[in-house]
């Protein structure tokens, strides 16, 4: 059975063990979120920060996940390992990076993901790929030389978690299953059947 009292470090442990085992992005989970009547939609984004004050991701604040958070700041993630036979479930409320986070982060990026930034008008319409080519290069060439700042339409989110649940596969559906839910910043430990 999984045993800690310590949820984040387990999901750290997991993530390790997922690096070293899966073969295409470990970090990638599915985000879900909803409008504001309610309607869910989900994705897959890029883990790319968790401490004890949350799940990082970062994306353009114009595309729809971006509008929903904001319309309706809960969200949720599951992470899920098919190499290891096992999920993580993240549930919480959710605010944006400061603006120092997202610079920094930012400035890691390849250049060429830092350009994609600025061409992408995500989740607008798009009349083909020749667009987004003609951007791509419109950007190269006002950046082609020197740093590329973070577009103002560019920042991350942080997902606190109120509930981490942890499913682990074995034989004949005798699955591990705890949950962990954040109670006056304290976290309770309640296993569950498969």
């Not at 310590?6 to 599915?30: C, M, R, V, Y």
């Not at 869910?40 to 984004?45: E, G, I, L």
Request: some cysteine; hydrophobic content about 40%; charged content about 20%.
């Amino acid at each position: 059975m999984i045993s800690t009292n310590d949820p984040i470090g387990l999901f750290k442990e997991w993530l390790a063990e997922a690096e070293q085992s899966e073969p295409n992005d470990p970090t990638a989970a599915a985000l879900a979120t909803a409008s504001k009547a309610g309607v869910p939609s989900v994705r897959m984004v890029l883990l790319k920060g968790v401490d004890e004050q949350g799940f990082v991701f970062y994306t353009n604040l114009d595309s729809r996940k971006s509008v929903e958070i904001l319309e309706n700041p809960i969200a949720a993630l599951c992470f899920h390992w098919k190499s290891l036979r096992r999920q993580v479930r993240v549930e919480g409320s959710v605010t944006p990076v400061s603006a120092e986070t997202a610079d920094a982060y930012f400035a890691t990026r390849p250049k060429a993901s830092q350009i994609g930034a600025w061409a992408s008008q995500q989740s607008q319409p798009m009349s083909g790929r020749f667009e987004l080519e003609t951007r791509i290069a419109q950007y190269t060439a006002k950046f082609g030389i020197g740093t590329v700042p973070r577009p103002d339409f560019w920042s991350g989110f942080r997902i606190a978690a109120q509930s981490i649940e942890f499913w682990a596969s074995h034989q004949f559906r005798l699955h591990d299953r705890i949950v962990y839910s954040r109670e006056n910043e304290l976290w309770k430990a309640q296993n569950l059947y498969p």
